[in-house]
Antibody
């Protein structure tokens, strides 16, 4: 079954860290760039980060640059997002998403998301 | 950063009628434009990529057009399941950016 399943979200205090995971199955994970996209409650979609198929290329949105780190383990078909120095503005559902075709950065497969709530 | 502006913010249309949603980019994105549908509590669903190519399994009542800075998503005859929020997304330049969304509601 082709799917992405995120985990690792939860309630965390400002300034703390979390590691989000996204387990992929049903497709050749190592052949696609992977992304994180987030959505604050009641708001629109915000692209967060991308990692190339072999991990060689990484880009970040301005709001998370320097605080978030994207990585992947192709042997485990898993994508990660290390989120540090969290603020209430980082509260959102975090989706992992697969690029539609090699180096074409639209998203044809999304996970159900994991909710990160930053609150004291 | 390329700013994507969608209009209108909310569109009220009766079932069976046509809906036209607009998306404008602050600079050219060529044809690197995608459209997504999101229903409450659900994950976004890819509808259109390359400005006009329907994704797998998307009904042909959905069509996309445009290039450069002006894009349109047309739903030819609205079904009850089409009432949702629609987002455009450019993937021509980093960072990838989304429009703020258009809410399509039943009139």
């Amino acid at each position: 079954q082709v799917q992405l399943v995120e985990s690792g979200g939860g309630v965390v205090q400002p300034g703390r860290s979390l590691r989000l995971s996204c387990a992929a199955s049903g497709f050749t994970f190592r052949s696609y760039g992977m992304h994180w996209v987030r959505q604050a409650p009641g708001k629109g979609l915000e692209w967060v980060a991308v990692i190339g198929d072999n991990g060689n290329k990484k880009y970040y949105g301005d709001s998370v640059k320097g605080r978030f780190t994207i990585s992947r383990d192709n042997s485990k078909t898993t994508l990660y997002l290390e989120v540090n120095s969290l603020t209430p503005e980082d509260t959102a559902v975090y989706y992992c998403a697969k690029e539609g075709a090699f180096n074409n950065w639209y998203f044809d497969l999304w996970g159900r998301g994991t909710l990160v709530t930053v609150s004291s | 950063e390329i700013v994507m502006t969608q209009s209108p913010a909310t569109l009220s249309v009766s079932p069976g009628e046509r809906a036209t949603l607009s998306c404008r980019a602050s600079q050219s994105v060529s044809s690197n434009l995608a459209w997504y549908q999101q229903k409450p509590g659900q994950t976004p669903r890819l509808l259109i990529y390359g400005a006009s190519t329907r994704a797998t399994g998307i009904p042909d009542r959905f069509s996309g057009s445009g290039s450069g800075t002006e894009f349109t998503l047309t739903i030819s005859s609205l079904q009850s399941e089409d009432f949702a929020v629609y987002y455009c997304q450019q993937y021509n330049n980093w960072p990838i950016t989304f429009g703020q969304g258009t809410r399509l509601e039943i009139k």
